[in-house]
């Protein structure tokens, strides 16, 4: 098996006192938490130093592992002959060093001490995983294939990461931050225990057009001048297909045109809305016949979109 | 050899009891009991002899027990996290609400 620097991993020296481990796990878990932490990476981070503190703030899983000997970080190396003897779970003979990794190692000292020769249920491991899906897949459901390494328990009641690769249904209906619990499709539980539960966590991927909140979508719509003035009836995308839209006279810009049911749809058959947001955008380059209508138009038009700015209180003094 | 998958749960579908809810957390039901006292987690009913639980409460209640773990977190500070964690929920919903509604081509 592979060996892991515990130490090392929490920053520690091999002599640290159970105090300054416990020091050096929480100073880590405040940094890495996938709750608290948005650095990438962060949660295989908190994983690894998980892993070592839960080894390193035992006393007996401490000593075992310090027995292991010190290696170099991801270096092959067997336990020493005598050590499965010392510390095999009692009445255990079939205990094994053999295909582990070192987590499942220490689990496993976990696993055999708490029984006692007692044959107790424990339920499955619960696992949740992140799962994010596109605009599309949120509007017309879809199928993800998720290959997972759960740990569960086998018949003799220890630890193994277990692939499974099965096939998920995504429902029509799925927004960003919604949960769907598959029942029964995490780890085996043991010995009559139930099987723990799939958790997965749907985050909306972002869209060039749509921007969604909830169930509803928004989709910015440019419009020239005239239009916004003068009214039209221009197509928008809806993720269902194109849509007239009608564009009333005088469109102000920032003005929410609301498409009722193009929006994404809810898992109980209803429909959020599609806002279309206007803005209203002018040519980067006008020519000279253009330039020459639009001075026009400013010599003709009263209109002061600023009158605001003269009203009493705009000054201190 | 894949398995097609049939039972797919919304959260917004869930109603379970106290005793489903310890099961399905691994929390004990009295943890659970302080939780509801404190208002860190509430029943969809709260006058019912029998409260039944929603998915908030599944999701609050999974997340006590995974902060309880992985910080050492005691009955009394968990209400507390709990109740800062769903108030940075709902401001990034708002956020995100926000942001959908400005323009995002400025040109």
Redesign the interface.
Same mark, same amino acid.
């Given at each position: 098996m592979k060996y892991k620097d515990y130490y090392a991993i929490l920053g520690l020296q091999r002599g640290a006192s159970d105090e300054e481990v416990k020091k050096a796990y /929480?100073r880590l @878990? /405040?940094k890495y938490?996938p *709750?608290v932490s948005k650095e990438s990476g962060a949660e295989e981070k908190?994983k690894e130093v @998980?892993e070592a503190y839960q080894t390193l703030k035992d006393a007996d899983k401490r000593a075992a592992y310090d027995q292991l000997g010190a290696h170099q970080a991801g270096q092959e190396f067997q336990p020493p002959p005598d050590w499965q003897q010392h510390w095999q779970p009692s009445g255990d003979d079939s205990f094994s060093t053999e295909g582990l990794d070192l987590s499942e190692l220490f689990e496993r000292m976990r696993a055999g001490r708490g029984r006692g020769g007692v044959r107790m249920s424990m339920?499955g491991q #619960?696992y949740e995983i992140a799962v994010p899906i596109t605009i599309a897949d949120a509007y017309q459901g879809t199928e993800i *294939?998720l290959d997972l390494n759960m740990p569960e328990y086998d018949a003799q009641g220890q630890l193994h990461r277990v692939p499974h @690769?099965?096939?998920?249904?995504?429902?029509k209906?799925a927004s *960003?931050?919604?949960?769907?619990?598959?029942?029964g499709?995490g780890g085996k539980g043991f010995n009559g225990g139930?099987s723990g #539960?799939l958790?997965?966590n749907i985050s909306l991927r972002p869209h060039p057009l749509y921007? @969604?909140?909830?169930h *509803?979508?928004?989709l #910015?719509l440019?419009l020239v001048p005239w239009e916004a003035v003068l009214g039209t009836s221009v197509e928008v995308p809806t993720p269902g297909g194109p849509v007239r839209l009608t564009v009333p006279r005088n469109t102000q810009a920032?003005r929410?045109l609301r498409l009722p049911r193009r929006g994404l749809p809810t898992?109980k058959g209803g429909q959020g809305d599609l806002?279309a947001?206007v803005?209203i955008?002018v040519p980067s380059v006008v020519g000279e016949k253009e330039a020459a209508l639009y001075r026009q138009l400013a010599d003709v038009s009263a209109f002061d979109p600023r009158a605001h700015f003269s009203e009493e209180g705009s000054y201190a003094s | 050899?894949?398995?097609?998958?049939?039972?797919?749960?919304?959260?917004?579908?869930?109603a379970v009891s106290l005793s489903e809810l310890a099961?399905?957390t691994?929390l004990s039901p009295a943890t659970l009991e302080e939780l509801v006292s404190s208002g860190a987690i509430e029943p969809i009913d709260a006058s019912s002899p029998e409260p039944r639980f929603g998915?908030a409460a599944?999701?609050a209640a999974?997340?006590a027990r995974?902060?309880r773990e992985?910080?050492?977190l005691d009955t009394q500070a968990l209400p507390l996290v709990l109740g800062l964690?769903e108030r940075i929920d709902g401001l990034e919903?708002q956020l995100?609400?926000l942001?959908?509604?400005?323009?995002?081509?400025?040109?």
């Open positions: /929480r @878990a /405040r938490h *709750d908190f @998980a339920p #619960d *294939d @690769a099965f096939k998920a249904r995504i429902p209906g *960003d931050g919604q949960r769907l619990r598959v029942p499709k139930r #539960d958790y997965l921007r @969604a909140s909830g *509803d979508l928004y #910015d440019p920032g929410h898992p806002y947001v803005l955008v | 050899m894949r398995v097609e998958l049939t039972e797919m749960l919304w959260f917004e579908e869930h099961e399905l691994g998915a599944l999701g999974r997340h995974r902060l992985d910080f050492d964690f919903r995100q609400a942001r959908a509604r400005l323009p995002g081509r400025i040109r």
